[in-house]
Nanobody, 128 residues
Framework: QVQLVESGGGLVQAGGSLRLSCAAS????????MGWFRQAPGKEREFVGF????????YYADFVKGRFTISRDNTKNTVYLQMNSLKPEDTAVYYC?????????????????????WGQGTQVTVSS
């Protein structure tokens, strides 16, 4: 059983930056691909980005390309989401998720059903 714990959320002004962390325990972290999702009030949880366990290649939702960066440190069992140029519409609870599945298409990355483990989420609020 894998446990995921997100941290690093908070309140930031528009244009600012935050770095979220997701610490994993209870499994072989290096063999899990990791995703980031977010959920704003009254909206469905949506895909933000993904990083593959096999080659570390990231994939991003269009609305965060050029602003957000995903990275992972297998020695620390941690995945990061660096968020720059934040906008008020980025306000949401951000979740990390882990999967042992081999995902090779964009459609599979964004499908919440392909992830086996989820963290509890961390709130990000961007003020205008």
């Amino acid at each position: 059983q894998v446990q995921l714990v997100e941290s690093g959320g908070g309140l930031v002004q528009a244009g600012g930056s935050l770095r979220l962390s997701c610490a994993a325990s209870g499994g072989t972290f290096s063999s899990y691909s990791m995703g980031w999702f977010r959920q704003a009030p009254g909206k469905e949880r949506e895909f933000v980005g993904f990083i593959n366990w096999t080659n570390g290649m990231p994939y991003y939702a269009d609305f965060v390309k050029g602003r957000f960066t995903i990275s992972r440190d297998n020695t620390k069992n941690t995945v990061y989401l660096q968020m720059n140029s934040l906008k008020p519409e980025d306000t949401a609870v951000y979740y990390c998720a882990a999967t042992r599945r081999t995902l090779i298409t964009a459609a599979s990355y964004v499908d919440r059903g392909n992830y086996d483990y989820w963290g509890q989420g961390t709130q990000v609020t961007v003020s205008s």
